[in-house]
């Protein structure tokens, strides 16, 4: 029996990537390159600003100079965190069926604390989420599965008796790892080479409200 349900954050409850996106192209004007499309960020949005500063300046981890471009781009998306961000449609009417139905739910995501907090309390869910786990509140990120441990022991529910729902090829392999199951949002970015039928999740989904048939 499911008793609680688990969302990942960028591309599955909440569509940032306008607002990361506004970010990377600030960078790029700056820089006299041309701004990206909204489509073309949105397959890398769910990947942070290591995802997004690979698109637009074919910059990775150890490379010269991408420790500043990273802080750089963090310190704009802080800017404007929730000037275009908006819930997936759907997502509101599920929560508030999930509340309904005395279901606790909660967030398990790679974004740092310091987005993760400010932008859940813009959205209105800081009081209703059980639990929120950020990127850095775990001593590994996903796909390891310790930050969805971490939010089971929170909501003290049995990783057994949880579902994750995510967009990403991550969300998956850290679900299984923790005992989960996985249900990837295909609504969302899916910002992988492979395509999400193939990363193991018995269960996928077109829209939030979908979720619903877990729990009868």
């Not at 139905?101 to 800081?126: C, D, H, Y």
Request: glycine share 10%.
């Amino acid at each position: 029996m499911v008793k609680a349900i688990l969302f990942d954050l960028d591309g599955t409850l909440a569509d940032t990537a306008p607002d990361l996106g506004q970010a990377l192209n600030r960078q790029r004007i700056a820089r006299g390159l041309a701004a990206l499309p909204i489509e073309l960020i949105r397959t890398e949005a769910s990947a942070g600003a290591r995802g997004l500063l690979g698109l637009g300046f074919n910059i990775k981890p150890g490379d010269p100079g991408y420790d500043a471009m990273r802080t750089e781009f963090l310190d704009l998306y802080a800017e404007r965190l929730c000037h275009k961000t908006t819930l997936f449609p759907g997502i509101m009417e599920l929560l508030d069926e999930l509340d309904g139905q005395r279901l606790p739910w909660g967030i398990v995501t790679n974004k740092p604390a310091r987005f993760t907090l400010p932008l859940m309390g813009e959205l209105g869910l800081s009081s209703r989420a059980v639990c929120i786990i950020s990127g850095g509140d775990t001593a590994h990120s996903k796909p390891h599965p310790q930050p969805l441990l971490a939010a089971s022991e929170a909501m003290t529910v049995r990783p057994a008796d949880c579902i994750y729902l995510g967009d990403d090829i991550r969300d998956v392999q850290a679900s299984l790892a923790a005992g989960m199951e996985p249900v990837v949002a295909r609504y969302g970015y899916l910002g992988s080479a492979s395509p999400p039928e193939t990363w193991g999740a018995r269960h996928l989904i077109d829209e939030p409200r979908e979720l619903l048939r877990f729990l009868i």
